[in-house]
């Protein structure tokens, strides 16, 4: 089975679990919802109708034989069917409009840290609010905060390979270290 079959196996799986009113929990992966959302957390989906979302939800659609989990930007009613468009929160450009076949469901929570929080709490209604009302500040804010994070992750990489190697000299040649 390759890997476009197996996608697509996956993504039957999510639509029957969810059709038949279960929850579904995966991990996420990429960084277009930094940072409320980011990757590793476990998201937690739940089946909902078009009239009980509202912009400014993450929902979760198919597209492109992948799952994707962004903001409710936008929802129209065109020639008899419910269009939406969604966009990440790191993202410059709304994502292609789909209708309610592509639409799995809403993100009601998601869990970080072993710690779950409600995707309707204090700060994703904040984060909700200003990618918004505020897209471009949001977007290069969010942008930049990743961009910070990610240098901070590399230099704390850094000094532990650094003191690791340090310490496997040092044990191994503490008089010639000292000297040097």
């Not at 957390?41 to 939800?57: F, T």
Request: glycine share 6%; hydrophobic share 40%.
């Amino acid at each position: 089975m390759n890997k476009d079959e197996l996608n697509s196996n996956l993504i039957n799986i999510a639509e029957n679990l969810l059709d038949e009113n279960h929850s579904l929990n995966y991990k996420l992966k990429g960084k277009s919802m930094y940072p409320a959302l980011k990757t590793g957390d476990i998201i937690k989906v739940e089946k909902c109708s078009s009239q009980d979302l509202k912009v400014g939800d993450i929902v979760v659609f198919k597209a492109n034989k992948s799952l994707i989990g962004h903001r409710l930007i936008d929802i129209s009613f065109e020639t008899g069917a419910y269009v939406f468009i969604t966009r990440g929160d790191t993202c410059s450009r709304n994502d292609a409009p789909f209708t309610i076949e592509a639409l799995l469901g809403k993100i009601t929570s998601f869990q970080r840290l072993n710690r779950v929080k409600e995707a309707d709490g204090f700060v994703m209604k904040r984060y909700r609010f200003a990618t918004l009302h505020f897209p471009k500040l949001a977007f290069m804010v969010y942008n930049l905060a990743f961009r910070y994070n990610n240098g901070l992750k590399i230099i704390q990489s850094g000094f532990q390979s650094l003191k690791q190697n340090l310490s496997v000299i040092v044990k191994n040649s503490k008089n010639l270290f000292l000297i040097n």
